[in-house]
């Protein structure tokens, strides 16, 4: 599946099904993040919930302390 995550074409494989799945792929599973899929931000209690579709627009923004 197509998907354009962060403003870039990413080709996902076949299992990727939400977005739950999606953050898994990145490895953000277990970070505090934001996402936003087709310009609706989502409740993360909701991300395993939410089904991509081919072609979806998936915003995803983590945060890294430091100083």
């Known amino acids: 599946m197509k998907l354009i995550v962060n403003g870039q074409p990413v080709?996902?494989?076949e299992h990727v099904a939400t977005v739950q799945h999606v953050l898994?792929?990145?490895?953000?599973?277990?970070?505090?993040?934001?996402v936003e899929v087709d310009a609706q931000i989502l409740d993360m209690h909701h991300f395993a919930d939410r089904i991509v579709?081919?072609?979806?627009?998936?915003?995803i923004v983590h945060f890294v302390g430091g100083g």
């Open 11 to 13: 080709e996902m494989p």
């Open 24 to 34: 898994a792929y990145f490895g953000l599973e277990n970070r505090i993040v934001v």
């Open 53 to 59: 579709d081919e072609g979806a627009r998936i915003e």
